[in-house]
């Protein structure tokens, strides 16, 4: 059974940082780009970040660039989005999402997500 | 960037038919998938490549996409049915992944 399985939400104050991870079983992860999109309480899904499935090409939202990290660890089936400088309008729902090898693949597994508080 | 453009809500009877519009320049010239979210749940693909459908879902869900707008259709809608409804693609002048806004789906 494909599984993503994202762990590490919580509370904490604006300004701080926070590491979320993510791991996979059920398939070979070396062969999906893996995606991070959110959602904040009561909003739509916001696409943050996707990863190439050898990391050799990363692509960040407007949003988060420059203070989100992506990267993956294809040998222990896991990802990491470790959140810098977050802000009271990160607050949402956290979803790591597998895709086919194309860009324009879509998304065929989900993870059932979790919730980063950002509120002082 | 790219934006894509849904009506917030739609609502339909019971086995009546829904379509879902997805508004986006030139969005028939890119490929388009569709998710279903219920409340709490994770989202679901419903439809990629604008049309093709997973094996595990029922046929009453098809997609098209010509022009500027890109269309989900729900065909015999059920109560179950009813939840949240996103178009997305990949803009790639930009590298970025777009989705729509979101449409919510009302079984009357």
């Known amino acids: 059974e494909v599984q993503l399985v994202e762990s590490g939400g919580r509370r904490v104050k604006p300004g701080g940082s926070l590491s979320l991870s993510c791991a996979t079983s059920?398939?070979?992860?070396?062969?999906?780009?893996i995606n991070w999109v959110r959602q904040a309480p009561g909003k739509g899904l916001e696409w943050v970040a996707s990863?190439?499935?050898?990391?050799?090409?990363?692509y960040y939202g407007e949003s988060v660039r420059g203070r989100f990290t992506v990267s993956r660890d294809n040998a222990r089936n896991s990802l990491s989005l470790q959140m810098n400088s977050l802000r009271v309008e990160d607050t949402a729902v956290y979803f790591c999402?597998?895709?086919?090898?194309?860009?324009?693949?879509?998304?065929?597994?989900w993870g059932q997500g979790t919730l980063v508080s950002v509120s002082s | 960037s790219y934006v894509l453009t849904q009506p917030p809500s739609v609502s339909v009877a019971p086995g009546q038919t829904a379509r879902i519009t997805c508004g986006g320049d030139?969005?028939?010239?890119?490929?388009v998938h569709w998710y279903q979210q219920r409340p709490g749940q994770a989202p679901v693909l419903v439809v990629y490549?604008?049309?093709e459908r997973p094996a595990t879902l029922p046929e009453r869900f098809s997609g098209s996409s010509s022009g500027n707008t890109a269309a989900l259709t729900i065909s015999r809608v059920e109560a179950e049915d009813e939840a949240d409804y996103y178009c997305?693609?990949?803009?790639?002048?930009?590298?970025?992944?777009?989705f729509g806004g979101g449409t919510k789906l009302t079984v009357l």
């Open positions: 999402a597998r895709q086919g090898q194309g860009y324009e693949e879509s998304i065929d597994q």
């Open positions: 059920g398939f070979k992860l070396s062969s999906y780009m």
């Open positions: 990863i190439s499935s050898s990391s050799n090409y990363i």
């Open positions: 030139d969005i028939g010239s890119k490929t």
């Open positions: 490549d604008e049309s």
């Open positions: 997305q693609v990949w803009h790639s002048r930009s590298d970025h992944m777009v």
